[in-house]
């Protein structure tokens, strides 16, 4: 039973143009939502966060929206450089008994062309 | 320059033999955890410890142990009752109060000769 999917297991995008990030989720205790980088071999990076009290968080190039009714959150880059070529996580995360755990998407590899 | 140690990068293991994975951080972080990640999918929580001397089960423990002597170090270390132990483990710590993102190690990779 997968609670978070990202449905999207790559995408491919031109230098420049916008990117755009989706992960779903199914469990509404869910209350604060994270967005992760990975390049091979490394350990995930955290790029931004939402608490479930906002419907978006912006940090530079990236922008993330929440959409509770939906279950719905998405990451949008803007503008894509080829540095940003990785492949990104959501993790959810809710408080009471299971407070400090999060729960990961599957992942989407980004590509950005030059 | 604080951060996530995890030793070896990469570790070979005979079939029905213990291993242990090394996790030590200076971030002065109270939350560690350890993670499981295969090919195509997402992050797997193993284990996971709040303070000291304490810690919980995560989804997939089952075939693994750790231990929490030291508030810098968690180590990992996967049984011979784990069946499928070859994957990428990562590392990773917080600190404990509101919702604080969690800081990842560079991950070791774990295969079965």
């Known amino acids: 039973d997968q609670q978070v999917k990202q449905n999207s297991p790559s995408l491919s995008v031109q230098e420049g143009r916008i990117s755009i990030l989706n992960c779903d989720y199914t469990?509404?205790?869910?209350?604060?939502f994270l967005w992760y980088k990975k390049y091979p071999a490394e350990g995930p990076t955290f790029l931004i966060s939402i608490s479930s009290i906002k419907d978006k968080n912006e940090d530079g190039r990236f922008t993330v929206f929440l959409n509770k009714s939906a279950k719905h959150l998405s990451l949008h880059i803007v503008p894509s450089q080829p540095g940003d070529s990785a492949v990104y996580f959501c993790?959810?995360?809710?408080?009471?008994?299971?407070?400090?755990?999060?729960?990961f998407g599957q992942g989407t590899i980004l590509t950005v062309h030059p | 320059d604080g951060g996530i140690t995890q030793s070896p990068k990469y570790l070979f293991r005979k079939e029905g033999q213990n291993v242990t994975l090394s996790c030590e951080q200076n971030l002065n972080h109270d939350a560690m955890y350890w993670y499981r990640q295969d090919p195509g999918q997402g992050l797997r929580l193993i284990y996971y410890s709040q303070i000291v001397n304490d810690f919980q089960k995560g989804d997939i423990a089952e075939g693994y142990s750790v231990s929490r002597e030291k508030k810098e170090s968690f180590p990992l270390t996967v049984t011979s009752a784990q069946k499928n132990p070859t994957a990428f483990y990562l590392c990773?710590?917080?600190?404990?109060?509101?919702?604080?993102?969690?800081?990842f190690g560079d991950g070791t990779r774990l295969s079965i000769l």
């Open positions: 990773a710590s917080s600190i404990l109060g509101g919702y604080q993102p969690q800081h």
């Open positions: 993790a959810l995360g809710a408080g009471g008994t299971s407070y400090g755990k999060l729960t």
């Open positions: 469990n509404s205790m869910f209350d604060y």
